[in-house]
């Protein structure tokens, strides 16, 4: 665990008051850098470059390189989760609930929160046991709503297979596109959920 020194030329001058706005640069930047050059081949100098900080500055805000990455992942999970609530807030019928979620979900996962998301997938492996519990009671919490959403598409006959194991495929074929995924290529996450929701989804009557 990389743990944060306070610079030594804070002791000999009056207490420096932290932004508390940079906490989100400061998660940002690490979320991409840990996503570019993985958790163990990033050094908290590396993220302090990032936001202009001194290497000592993000002390303020985290422990250690180790917090850090504590908190992307979680946070990530927060955001995706609320993005999800928000779209089945909006009441619509099962099977544009289903593709709407889809789309949310690919599009976080591939667009502008795809560092929170990959680390997530594959860096919080790293985290230790306790954190790494918190983590999946988390990406639990989202699976169970996923899973409502589901539910619903299954009950109204949209559903090609409602079993437990097409679930799992379900999501794990949309996670697993993060590693494919080429943001230079012909598609885009818009495509990618339309497509998945064509390969699970019956025909529209």
Known sequence: MEVLNKPDSLSAAAPVAPDVNRRGDIIRAAGRLFRQKGYNGTTIRDIADAVNMRSGSPFYHFKSKHEILFSVTTEGIEVMLKNLEMVIANAQPARECFE???????????????DFAWVMLYESRLLDPTERAIVHRMSARYEAV???VLDRLAASGDLLDASTIARKLILGAMNWSAQWYDDKGASNPQAIAQHLCALVLTEKN
């Open 100 to 114: 709407s979620c889809m789309t949310t979900h690919m599009n976080y996962l591939l667009g502008p929160g795809r």
């Open 146 to 148: 996923f899973s409502g």
